[in-house]
């Protein structure tokens, strides 16, 4: 009998801890989020992180620049919301339009602030097994495997994707808590050959309904973080229906990873507001 793990529950859940924690704490944990340009779909991740923020008792500013903006002028709001010592989180939305140098304005965020983990400080922490802050998606993931009891040390783990938000993060994640880690990408010879070898399968490709039950082993507990378009309606990298039979443990799109990810950014910026630096 598969069990499909409840991403959004589980959040629910971590959510009203926080709240608590938060409560408890006397703090009052601000985050910022920085978005340029008028993305829809980067507009409602924003507004979901504010309303999450608003949840749990973080105070949340939404900073919005103009998509024709230079790096020049982000930078200069990434220096601001640096030197602001009320603030203690600072996202900023990705993808950033094409004219802007994401590495400068990731790198430019301070250490002690960066709730998203994309900073090559943050990542280098989380190479050398000691992260600081672990990138949200991967994880959330981690958090999820936890909370239902998915024996990870000694697994053998197969991360679909090489991206620095999520599939790098979770090989590294994987790797620190002990398992075998494989990370596939787009040169992989035989992918499917790799994937069928996983205990845990995380697919974090972005094309609809990729991984179809041949390439899963049976028994096998698989993550799906894809978010695609198919027909109107929004599936997973994995092909749902046609593999939840085969395997023990399987997350939902959506309601799988994304209530996760949220709930993640929360924790780090309560994090970041806990462990201030004076
Ligand atoms: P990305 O485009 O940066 O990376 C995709 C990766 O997939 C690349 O490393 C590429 O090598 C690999 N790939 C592409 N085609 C492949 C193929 N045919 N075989 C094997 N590997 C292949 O994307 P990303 O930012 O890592 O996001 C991946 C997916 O996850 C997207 O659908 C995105 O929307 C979703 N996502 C979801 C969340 C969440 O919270 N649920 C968070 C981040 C990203």
Redesign the pocket.
């Known amino acids: 009998m598969v069990t499909i793990l409840d991403g959004k529950a589980v959040s629910e859940k971590r959510l009203e801890l926080l709240k608590e924690a938060i409560g408890e704490s006397g703090l009052y944990p601000r985050l910022a989020t920085v978005i340029v340009g008028g993305d829809p779909a980067s507009q409602m991740y924003v507004r979901m992180k504010h309303r999450a923020c608003e949840r749990v008792g973080i105070g949340s500013v939404g900073i919005e620049i103009p998509g024709d903006a230079t790096t020049q002028k982000v930078l200069e709001t990434i220096t601001r919301l640096n030197e602001d010592a009320d603030i203690n989180g600072i996202l900023v939305q990705l993808p950033l339009p094409k004219q802007i140098d994401t590495d400068r304005i990731i790198s430019a965020v301070r250490t002690e602030k960066d709730v998203d983990g994309f900073h090559p400080t943050s990542l280098g922490l989380l190479m050398s097994g000691k992260p600081r802050f672990a990138p949200?998606?991967p994880k959330?993931i981690m958090t999820l495997l936890e909370e239902y009891k998915i024996p990870v040390a000694g697994a053998r783990a197969v991360v679909?994707?090489?991206?620095?938000?999520?599939?790098r993060p979770m090989a590294a994640l994987l790797t620190n808590a002990d398992a075998t880690v494989t990370i596939?990408?787009?040169?992989?010879r035989d992918?499917p050959a790799e994937l069928k070898r996983a205990d845990i399968l995380v697919s974090?490709?972005?094309?609809a309904h990729?991984i179809t039950p041949e390439m899963v082993k049976p028994g096998a507990v698989v993550i799906d973080?894809?978010?695609?378009q198919l027909d109107g309606k929004l599936v997973g990298?994995v092909d749902f229906a046609a593999v939840k039979d085969s395997a023990s443990a399987i997350t939902p799109?959506p309601g799988?990873?994304?209530p996760?990810?949220?709930a993640t950014l929360m924790e780090n910026t309560f994090a970041a507001a806990a462990t201030r630096m004076p």
Request: charged share 15%; hydrophobic share 40%; net charge positive.
């Open positions: 949200c998606t959330g679909a994707g090489r991206s620095i938000d999520v599939g596939c990408h787009s040169k992989t992918l974090a490709i972005g094309k990729f973080v894809g978010i695609n990298d799109v799988g990873v994304g996760m990810t949220i």
